[in-house]
C-alpha cells in the first residue's frame, strides 16, 4: 500500500461505514466526513436527499452547509474533507465555496457512473471534482480514487441502483 495513502485509510473506512447508515436510513449510499487539522473527526454525514427530500442532500454539500456554521473559511482550509466517492459537480462547489483544503476519497465518479448507469436518481456528471476546483482560483489538494478501497467503496451501491 501506497505511504502517503495509508493515512487516509481508516477515515475512508468511516465514510464506506456512514454510506452503508445512510442506505439503510432510506437514502443512497454516499457518507462523506470532515478531519481537522489535528487529525480529529469534527463532522459525519450520509446523504439525506430521500429522506428529507432534499435535492442537494449529497452528504459533501450538507456537511458543508453544517461545517460553515461551525467554522470560518480559515479554519476549514486546514481540514480534510473525505467521501465514500468522488464529490459531484455540486458537491465540489459547496468545497470550493466553503474553502476546504484538502478531498481524499475512494471511488471515482467514473466508477460511480457505471454501478448508477442511467438510474434517474444519479444521473451522474462526468466532471472529476479535479476540474471543478482547478476552474477557480485556490490550489485545492485532491487524492483519491484510493484504488485500495475502490471496489469496497463499489460494494455499498451493489445492488441499490437496479
Not at 448508477?116 to 480514487?145: M, Y
Request: some cysteine; charged content about 20%; glycine content about 8%.
Amino acid at each position: 500500500m501506497n505511504e502517503a495513502v495509508h493515512e487516509h485509510i481508516p477515515y475512508l473506512k468511516r465514510c464506506i461505514e456512514i454510506s452503508y447508515e445512510a442506505r439503510e436510513a432510506g437514502n443512497t449510499p454516499f457518507g462523506a466526513l470532515l478531519v481537522g487539522p489535528d487529525g480529529e473527526i469534527v463532522l459525519e454525514q450520509g446523504n439525506i436527499e430521500i429522506t428529507e427530500s432534499n435535492c442537494t442532500g449529497h452528504a459533501e454539500t450538507t456537511l458543508m452547509e453544517r461545517a460553515s456554521k461551525l467554522y470560518s473559511k480559515k479554519e476549514l482550509w486546514q481540514c480534510t474533507l473525505y467521501s465514500s466517492a468522488e464529490p459531484c459537480a455540486m458537491c465540489s462547489g459547496s468545497i470550493y465555496w466553503g474553502n476546504v483544503g484538502r478531498v481524499v476519497f475512494a471511488l471515482s465518479e467514473k466508477q460511480l457512473a457505471i454501478l448508477t448507469g442511467a438510474h434517474e436518481q444519479n444521473p451522474t456528471l462526468d466532471l472529476p471534482c479535479r476540474v471543478v476546483f482547478s476552474s477557480g482560483g485556490k490550489p485545492i489538494e485532491v487524492i483519491g480514487p484510493v484504488a485500495e478501497l475502490e471496489e469496497e467503496a463499489a460494494l455499498a451501491h451493489r445492488g441499490y441502483w437496479t
